[in-house]
């Protein structure tokens, strides 16, 4: 591969030489390029991967070795979910020692790659192997990098908005098995960087408190916000706002590619200040008015514009006293 170059380049050669079956690799012997390839074809739902992996808490004596399998955007962190599910019940005091500062200064969970990993495409991957063969390569970059027709929001001839939807995929559980050993914090230098980050996101889901699922009859009657939110949006919510929220999620994203394309499920109301909207997508305000967005959006308005009109709107919310009638009762 020394004269394949460019990202395309290597996403096609993988489409072409992964087979359909399962095979090992060495994730080791990846240049960089080539590991963002194969992450971008795992997400795009055209490889699946299986990879046996160590997680470990700090501070905590057992551990877990598991083989896991996953493909599509959402795999890993499934598969991380059935892992913590027999462990979680061990784990769960020490994590709460590091969440409430006992450990706090410390790195709390460790995840490393063990031996080599075994890949395959997938039903999707063959098809769009296929197409390449077929002359259509162009369209397959597209959908894999997420450009071109697959990449801005685009309104339908009926008014609704079209996105690229994510490949969620799926995640499984091999086999698992507990080990023992204490583990320095040092040695985090060696955790395998996406597995670490899926894992940390698990043990945060387990940690919160849980919710009745979406969609059932225990959300829709007993959360006053979500009714109320029914009747202002005729439910709208309930989707475009799930889509907004995998927006925001996306790291691969731009500041102004996620106020772009949520502005355009759910545009933002004039009061949003740029503090606000970069509260809401964990960045500064001045990133926020950096964007193209802002400057085409806002047209030169500045923050003290936006403040005194939220102001404005939160004066309608006052309590206006009605005049009383002459036996002292409110006239309603």
């Not at 030489?17 to 590991?35: A, F, G």
């Not at 031996?115 to 369209?139: F, K, M, P, S």
């Not at 394309?261 to 949003?272: M, R, S």
Request: with cysteine; aromatic share 6%; hydrophobic share 35%.
């Amino acid at each position: 591969m020394s004269e394949i170059t460019t990202i395309e380049q290597v996403i096609v050669h993988f489409l072409h030489s992964v087979p359909e079956t399962w095979t090992d690799h060495d994730p080791t012997t990846l240049s960089e390029l080539q590991e963002r390839a194969v992450y971008l074809l795992t997400a795009a739902g055209m490889i699946e991967r299986r990879v046996t992996l160590r997680l470990r808490m700090v501070g905590h004596p057992v551990a877990v070795e598991a083989t896991i399998t996953m493909t599509g955007e959402g795999g890993l962190a499934q598969a991380m979910g059935f892992v913590l599910t027999d462990i979680w019940s061990e784990w769960q005091e020490t994590f709460e020692r590091h969440r409430s500062g006992d450990l706090k200064d410390q790195p709390f969970s460790h995840c490393e790659r063990v031996d080599n990993e075994q890949w395959r495409l997938t039903e999707q991957g063959v098809l769009a192997r296929r197409d390449i063969e077929n002359g259509d390569e162009q369209r397959v970059l597209d959908f894999v990098l997420k450009r071109g027709f697959f990449g801005s929001p685009r309104l339908l001839p009926d008014g609704k908005l079209m996105l690229r939807p994510p490949v969620a995929g799926k995640g499984s559980l091999v086999r698992s098995h507990k080990i023992t050993g204490e583990i320095q914090a040092s040695v985090n230098i060696t955790n395998w960087p996406e597995g670490a980050k899926a894992f940390a996101a698990a043990l945060e889901e387990a940690f919160k408190p849980k919710l009745p699922s979406q969609g059932s009859s225990a959300v829709s009657e007993s959360d006053p916000l979500l009714r109320l939110l029914s009747v202002y949006s005729s439910r709208v919510y309930d989707d475009r706002m799930r889509q907004a929220a995998q927006i925001l999620a996306d790291e691969s994203l731009t500041v102004h590619d996620k106020l772009t394309k949520i502005d355009g499920l759910l545009p933002f109301p004039p009061t949003a200040s740029a503090d606000q909207l970069g509260g809401m997508l964990g960045v500064s305000k001045q990133a926020v008015m950096k964007t193209v967005w802002w400057r085409k959006n806002r047209r030169g308005e500045s923050d003290e514009e936006i403040e005194r009109r939220h102001a404005k709107h939160k004066d309608r919310g006052k309590r206006i006293d009605r005049p009383r009638s002459d036996d002292g009762e409110d006239d309603r």
